[in-house]
Structure formats: C-alpha cells, structure tokens
C-alpha cells in the first residue's frame, strides 16, 4: 500500500492510477467541505470537479512532505466561493428577500439539549436554507475557523458584513432548527 | 445535564462532528469526468522533482542516444582516410597504406623525377601545390589516376634490384600475370615504364621538373608515398574543442562553464559544412534570491492561501552533462592563412549529474495568544510569522534528455594548421524541453584540428 507521500508523487507525474487513488482518499473529505458550501448537492459535485482539478494541476509545487489536507481544504473552499461568485448575481433577488424575512428569537425559545442527534442530510437541510453569503460566513467562521478579517478578503466585504451575516446565519438557523422540530409554528 | 453554552455554538460543533466523521461513496461517473478533463490538461509538473524525470520512456530514449553518441564517438575517432585527402609528408613503410585498399591511396604524380636530380628522400607536400601535383598530373584525369604502381623498367638493365613499394604485400599480389616488382638503374635519359591496372601499360616520359612527385624511385630514396592525411583548413576531420564561458541571464543570475569534446564537419558545398560532436559539460550557476519573493511570501501567509512559504536566498545548480551539436558552418572569408567562419546549431544534452542547492528561509505562519497589553482581555489569538532557516541539496538522478535545449551561435577563425578561436554564445531555448531555469552564456572556444 503506497503512503500518500508516494501517491503525491507520482501524482505530480501524472501517473494515472495514482490520481484515482488519491480522489478515492479524499473524495468524502472533499464532499464533506463542498455540500456545506453549496446550496445542492449538484452544484456540491460541481465544485468538487473544480477543486481536484486545480490540487491536480498545482500539485507540482506542493511539497508533499507536508499534510495534503490542509492545502486541499484551501483550494475546495476558495473553489465553492468562486462558484458561489458565479451564481450571485442570479440569486441576488432571491437572498435579499430571505435577509428581509428572517425574524430575531430570544435564546430561551431553543430546547437547551438542542440539536441533539442531527444527521449529515438535516444540517444540510438547514444550511442550505440560508441565503449564500450567510452560508459561507458560517462555515468559514464556525467550522474552518477562519477571522472575520481574512472572511472580509476572501469574499470582498468589509469585516462588519461578515460579522453580520455571521449573526444572521445563527438566527435563521436557530429559527429553521426550531420549525424543524415544531417548536415554532 | 444540559449543554450551558448558546445553541449557536452547539449547532456550530454539530456541523463539525458531523463532516469530520462524513464518508460517502465515490461517485464513478465525477471521476470519469475528472479523469478525462485531466487526460487534456496532462501531468503536473514538478519542476525540481526528480522522480518527475523517471519515466520509461525517457530512459529509453536516453540509452538509445547514448548508444548513438557511442558509435559516433567511436566512428569520428577513428583515423579513416577519405577522397579528398593529399600527401604530406613521408611515413615509414610500415604505416604505408595497403594496395588491397587501393581506393584510400592517393594517385602517384604522372611525372618522375630526372636520374640526375634524384628525388629528396622526404618529400613534402602540401595546400595549393599538392592539389597541383595531384590527380590531373601527367595527363591522368582525376578519378581515372592509377590506383597501383605495378611495376619501374629501364631499357639497359644494368643492375637489379628489388622494388620497394610501400605498402605492397607481395602474397597479395596474383604472381601469374604480376611480375615481381623490380626496378633497374638505367641512365638518366631512359623513360620509366609504368605498368597499372595489370594490362594498361602506360609510357611518361621523364622530365626534369621542379614538381616533385609523391612517389620517388624506389632504389635510390626511400618511398616518397605518403601517409594520406586530411587537409585540415578545408577538409572534414576530427577537431578537439575546449570552451570556458560564463552565464548570461538575469541580473540575479551569475555562474558559468567548461566543455570540452570533440567534433567533426561534412562539406555539403564549396563554402557550407555541417557539424557535429560530442562532448562533456559542466555548468555552475548561482541563482540569489529575488527580494520580492519574500513580499509573495508574506501576502500569501496573510490571505490564508498557505500555513508555509519557502523563500530561496541562494539557489546553486551544478550539472555534468553530454553535449551533442549539431549545426552548419559557413566560411565568410578564406584567406591564406586561414578562414573565417559563421556557425549555428542546436546543442542537446543528456544529463549525467545535477544538484540543486537550495538555502533561505521558511515561512511560517503560527497562532499564538496576543500578548498585547491592549489586546482583548479574553486571550484572543493572533498570527504571527516566524522564519526557520532551511538547507537542502538535491541529486538529480542521471539520464534525462533534453533536445534542441541551446541555440549555439558562433564566429571563429581558423588557421591551415588547424587551430581555431571562437567567439560564441549560447541561447537557451527552455520552451522546447526544458525545465531548467534558462540561462545563456557566452565565452571563447579554442579548437585544435587532428589528423
């Protein structure tokens, strides 16, 4: 069995076998990060496709002695906000009307063991019910870590949008959750 | 008991566990897709990867143009007459060319010398005089000049002595209808008696000449045929060439190199040769860090684009390779004691040795808590960049072939005697092959033409 060094390697030849194994390796990891970003799971696989493609032709400047994860993770979510780009001007009118509709909720409204037992298709559920730019300052906030400084240059904002969109994205996901489990009618 | 913290952040960890843990089968046909959208776009190139040079193929091609170097090498340092040459200077007997190679020696000159002025007993021919006394003399036309002195009588045979022919195997001779090889000492007046081709007698009548003839009488001198040899200054022959140059690229660029081998021309027209050679290269260059690598560097730690950035100082290549040109020469002027030459060609190589140096420094991006006396007070973290020093070298395995890799340019004079200087640059032509950081150089070349 070839160590993922080895796999690198003859990845950056070109070595075909070796390109099919390390998609198999980091297929679910890389679905795992595109489905929370895109707002299906085709436009998920569309950015997926981008994303190899890209780690496969920049590969020969990676130095494989280093984790290949971190560097793939990159590139799958720089993919998903340039295809994000792409479709803004499309769903523009569609995610203002979503911003206008969302509605404050106290904290005290939520179950305090919630959400308790969510499966992989519910938080898509409800990650996918928020408008883009919410969805994206989300992940890249809660679940890449990433400031809201380097979120403002990643998405061309000014820090205090991302701040906002990040505390509308709890909203309505509190307010989804909440639907979800009949809490709210 | 309850989670205290916000469901915010429960939710948050709940995404977070979820996709850590996440699996999901391959979808066969995104790979198929990604399969063939990378069958058009072609391997990623490692520039300094060694294993990026290993494929099959390559190492066959390089061992097929290593056998051809071979057999060339082998071919052009073999001392092998050819048509065009001409007599220069005695050689003992022993070295003498065989009559069972009779197309190799040169035709002996149609006119003798007169018994009163016998011949000296080293006899040198050379240039422009030597091509007069050559295949025309004495009425022969060039081409039809007799290829075998058979035979020398006199009228009065007064004494009899044995013919030294240089060269000629008396078992190989047909004694049947070849008599022995003799000459008889006769008065100076008497004519000789050539005897060619076994049946074709031939009469040249003696006269007294300042042209001395390639071949002398036998009994009285040692034999004047000559060792043939290849006119140098105009002919093809092997030539030894040394080069010293130095790199010619960008400013950060400094370094240089020896080559040493050798070469050889076929004429193809009265003033247009081609070339070709072989020889041994090694190159040093020094590439020294480019000041705005580091402001890269920085700009991509801060946008996130990457946790690490080596950033070079100083990058040394040192490579040993074979060197194979391939070119045309023209000759601008000729001039009595030389000729100055133009030439062009493409220089290939197949790598032998290469190590890359590199020195600089990492990069690092880390996250430490802000140490900050005005930073927030709940030990919020920033970036910081630290700088680790770093030192690799690394050896190239050999046998990479790189084709067409230089355009080599160059202006020479070369002297009758063989010697020649060179002005010459070096182009590098990286788009074709190469990989290589592309550096030129320029330098003085000396050849030495050898018999």
Same mark, same amino acid.
């Given at each position: 069995m070839p160590t993922e060094q080895e796999i690198l390697r003859r990845c950056q030849q070109g070595h075909a076998p070796s390109q099919e194994a390390l998609y198999r390796r980091h297929w679910?990891? !890389?679905?795992?990060?595109?489905?929370?970003?895109?707002?299906?799971?085709?436009d998920a696989l569309e950015v997926a496709h981008d994303a190899f493609l890209?780690?496969?032709?920049?590969?020969? !400047?990676?130095?494989?002695?280093?984790?290949?994860?971190?560097?793939?993770r990159q590139i799958l979510v720089r993919c998903a906000i340039d295809h994000q780009r792409a479709a803004r001007s499309r769903r523009r009118i569609v995610e203002s009307e979503a911003d206008r509709s969302e509605a404050a909720l106290p904290e005290t409204s939520v179950p305090p063991d919630a959400p308790s037992s969510l499966e992989?298709?519910?938080?898509l559920g409800l990650l996918r019910e928020l408008p883009d730019t919410q969805r994206t300052v989300f992940n890249l906030y809660?679940?890449?870590g990433y400031s809201h400084d380097e979120i403002a240059d990643l998405l061309g904002m000014a820090t205090s949008a991302s701040r906002s969109n990040l505390a509308r994205a709890k909203t309505r996901l509190r307010s989804l959750y909440l639907q979800q489990i009949g809490a709210l009618p | 008991?309850?989670?205290?913290?916000?469901?915010? &952040?429960?939710?948050a960890e709940a995404v977070r566990e979820t996709f850590d843990a996440y699996e999901e089968p391959v979808a066969e046909a995104a790979l198929g897709r990604l399969q063939a959208a990378l069958g058009g776009q072609g391997a990623a190139h490692a520039p300094d990867r060694p294993a990026a040079r290993g494929s099959r193929r390559r190492f066959r091609v390089a061992a097929l143009a290593v056998l051809l170097l071979a057999v060339s090498a082998v071919w052009m340092l073999t001392d092998r007459p050819v048509g065009n040459q001409v007599a220069s200077g005695p050689v003992p007997s022993a070295e003498a060319p065989s009559l069972s190679v009779p197309a190799e020696v040169p035709a002996p000159s149609g006119r003798q010398p007169t018994a009163s002025r016998p011949a000296p007993a080293a006899s040198v021919v050379r240039g422009t005089e030597a091509a007069r006394l050559g295949p025309t003399a004495g009425g022969v036309p060039a081409g039809s000049a007799?290829?075998?002195? *058979?035979?020398?009588?006199?009228?009065?045979?007064?004494e009899r002595v044995p013919l030294e022919v240089p060269g000629v195997s008396v078992d190989s001779v047909d004694r049947d209808t070849w008599p022995e090889p003799s000459v008889e000492a006769r008065p100076p007046t008497a004519s000789v008696v050539i005897r060619e081709a076994r049946d074709r007698p031939r009469i040249a009548e003696l006269e007294d000449s300042d042209r001395l003839p390639a071949m002398t009488r036998p009994a009285m001198t040692r034999p004047a045929m000559t060792r043939p040899t290849m006119d140098r200054s105009s002919g093809p022959g092997v030539v030894v060439v040394a080069s010293a140059a130095s790199a010619v690229a960008r400013r950060d660029v400094t370094g240089g190199g020896l080559v040493l081998g050798v070469g050889r021309e076929w004429t193809v027209a009265p003033r247009l040769a081609l070339s070709g050679g072989l020889a041994a290269a090694y190159t040093e260059v020094d590439v020294r860090g480019d000041s705005e690598a580091a402001v890269f560097a920085l700009n991509a730690l801060d946008s996130g684009r990457a946790d690490a950035v080596d950033v070079s100082d100083r990058i040394a290549l040192t490579t040993l390779a074979l060197e194979v040109p391939l070119g045309a020469v023209v000759d601008l002027v000729?001039?009595?004691? +030389?000729?100055?030459?133009?030439?062009?060609? *493409?220089?290939?190589?197949?790598? *032998?040795?290469?190590?890359?140096?590199? &020195?600089?420094?990492? *990069?690092?991006?880390?996250?430490?808590?802000?140490?900050?006396?005005? +930073?927030?007070?709940? +030990?919020?973290?920033?970036?910081?960049?630290?700088?680790?020093?770093? &030192?690799? &070298?690394?050896?190239?395995s050999p046998g990479r072939v790189e084709v067409g890799r230089l355009l080599d340019l160059g202006l020479r004079y070369e002297a009758t005697s063989g010697l020649g200087v060179e002005a010459f640059a070096r182009v590098p032509l990286g788009g074709v092959t190469s990989r290589e950081v592309p550096v030129g150089s320029a330098g003085v070349r000396v050849r030495l033409g050898l018999r």
């Open positions: 679910s990891f !890389a679905m795992s990060v595109c489905l929370r970003y895109a707002p299906s799971r085709e890209k780690a496969f032709g920049a590969l020969g !400047a990676f130095d494989v002695s280093r984790p290949f994860r971190p560097w793939f992989a298709d519910e938080i809660e679940v890449e | 008991m309850t989670d205290p913290r916000p469901f915010d &952040e429960r939710f007799p290829s075998r002195v *058979l035979s020398a009588s006199v009228d009065a045979p007064t000729r001039t009595r004691g +030389g000729r100055v030459r133009a030439s062009a060609g *493409l220089t290939s190589a197949v790598y *032998l040795a290469q190590t890359i140096r590199d &020195e600089g420094q990492t *990069l690092v991006r880390r996250t430490v808590l802000d140490p900050s006396p005005d +930073g927030p007070p709940d +030990g919020q973290t920033i970036d910081i960049v630290v700088a680790e020093p770093f &030192e690799m &070298e690394q050896r190239v």
